[in-house]
């Protein structure tokens, strides 16, 4: 191939600078957290791979020592390659074994150029391909963001929409279906239907986070563990188990995890449900936020920011409107991983960047989103509660309460003649000669109409 010059102040290599001038593609870098992911593969497989017996013990505490350094994110600027690369992520693998490599003989004295006594691929590398620690460092880096990123923020917003379901349990209000005027239930029973999606959105979070413990290190190449000591894969999977703290195991399949991207596809539909929760409780804050004279004005939101740069004193619904394009883009990142995630030939998927990049991107989006979410909007929320009792005392369907009374069709008619009318429901049904108003006001009570209120 030939000779190239790399920076001499760089940690990197030849192959990370080739890759630097074959793929200068768009702004998006490979993961930060993807790299550290792997620095903690080498940490794990240098420990293994000295007591295996194939690699000198010393190399692997200097490799470690270094190894550790770059999952610490010290070296974080010396990896610079773009997403859009080989799909196996065999540029960034090696971006990291120069990295590490560079280092360790740097650690033992001898500079950062050169590879000796240290060299990338013969120890850095040691036992291990791309095709297998790539995809182990995807399931580090996911399991991690989850756990450390997603979750926290999520639970937090569903814990403070549960706090307001119990402190407005009794607060009647009318409810809509179709957009429509419905019968009666209470912002409490509202908001908690918010809490259960919510659970909801986690469970299938938690629910995906099984298949990715399971990791491809050990298959190296193809699957077949072709350079790799028995016994390797599981002894790293239980090494980073140790370094991390999640439950690693090697994968029963080492074919099916080097094939295959079933548990990132898995999480990605995970992370697209979440976002639809989201983007249902988002619109549904906003529309009842909505005014404050011309809408339904249920929700006085916190007033953060000028809405307008023309009209004065206008306040916008804004926090929604971001999360609401967080789970829009995440639906369609989505699409992009489940399309990767199909292209898998033979013994190897090849869209495992951007893979990676888009789990990780939705992740961080939905993370931001709900933290963003919880303390600038939905802690901040009053209720407007003369607003929702008016509207519940204008609502037509609380006739629904007459029909077991007096019949459907009496009822509808007496609801068609309050609105044609314009009159209050009362008056059409006294007139009407099928109520009297005391039996009226015995029938139609909204608090009555909620069981167990």
């Not at 195991?249 to 079933?262: M, R, V």
């Not at 306040?315 to 369609?332: D, F, G, H, Y």
């Not at 033979?346 to 303390?375: E, H, K, S, W």
Request: net charge negative; with cysteine.
């Amino acid at each position: 191939m030939g000779s190239i010059e790399v920076p001499a102040d760089r940690y990197w290599g030849a192959q990370t600078q080739r890759s630097l001038l074959h793929f200068a593609i768009g702004d998006q870098r490979m993961p930060i957290a993807v790299v550290r992911a792997l620095g903690l593969v080498k940490v794990a497989a240098a420990r293994v791979n000295a007591r295996l017996g194939v690699l000198a013990p010393d190399l692997a505490d200097v490799i470690e020592r270094a190894a550790r350094e770059v999952a610490d994110g010290r070296f974080d600027a010396e990896f610079p390659l773009s997403v859009w690369q080989t799909g196996s992520g065999t540029q960034t693998n090696m971006n990291v074994n120069e990295v590490v490599a560079a280092r360790a003989n740097e650690l033992l004295g001898h500079g950062i150029g050169g590879t000796s006594p240290v060299h990338p691929n013969d120890h850095v590398n040691r036992s291990q391909s791309s095709n297998d620690t790539f995809p182990t460092a995807m399931h580090v880096a996911t399991t991690r963001v989850l756990i450390e990123d997603v979750l926290p923020p999520v639970r937090a917003l569903r814990a403070t929409v549960a706090e307001r379901a119990e402190r407005w349990a009794r607060v009647v209000k009318i409810g809509r279906t179709h957009l429509q005027d419905a019968v009666p239930l209470t912002v409490g029973q509202e908001w908690s239907a918010w809490a259960a999606q919510l659970d909801h959105a986690i469970a299938g979070i938690e629910a995906a986070l099984p298949a990715v413990h399971r990791l491809a290190i050990g298959g190296t190449a193809v699957g077949t563990g072709l350079n790799a000591p028995a016994g390797f894969g599981g002894a790293v999977a239980d090494e980073l188990s140790v370094l991390t703290g999640a439950p690693f195991t090697q994968a029963e399949n080492l074919f099916a995890a080097l094939a295959g991207e079933e548990a990132m596809v898995g999480v990605s539909a995970a992370l697209r449900g979440l976002a639809v929760v989201l983007h249902k409780v988002a619109e549904d804050v906003r529309w009842l936020g909505s005014g404050p004279r011309s809408g339904l004005g249920e929700l006085r939101l916190p007033e953060n920011e000028p809405g307008s740069s023309i009209m004065p004193g206008k306040v916008n619904p804004t926090q929604s409107e971001a999360l609401i394009m967080v789970s829009v883009q995440v639906l369609a990142l989505d699409g992009a991983v489940a399309t990767a995630g199909a292209l898998g030939h033979f013994q190897l998927n090849t869209m495992r960047p951007l893979i990676a990049y888009d789990v990780l991107t939705m992740a961080g989006l939905l993370a931001g989103g709900c933290d963003g979410f919880r303390r600038h909007c939905i802690e901040g929320v009053e209720l407007d509660e003369a607003r929702i009792g008016a509207l519940v005392e204008q609502s037509l369907m609380l006739v629904t309460a007459l029909s077991p009374a007096i019949g459907y069709n009496a009822a509808a008619a007496i609801a068609h003649e309050a609105h044609v009318r314009g009159i209050t429901l009362r008056e059409a049904a006294v007139a009407s000669g099928q109520v009297t108003a005391e039996r009226f006001d015995e029938l139609v009570d909204p608090r009555r109409m909620i069981p167990g209120l």
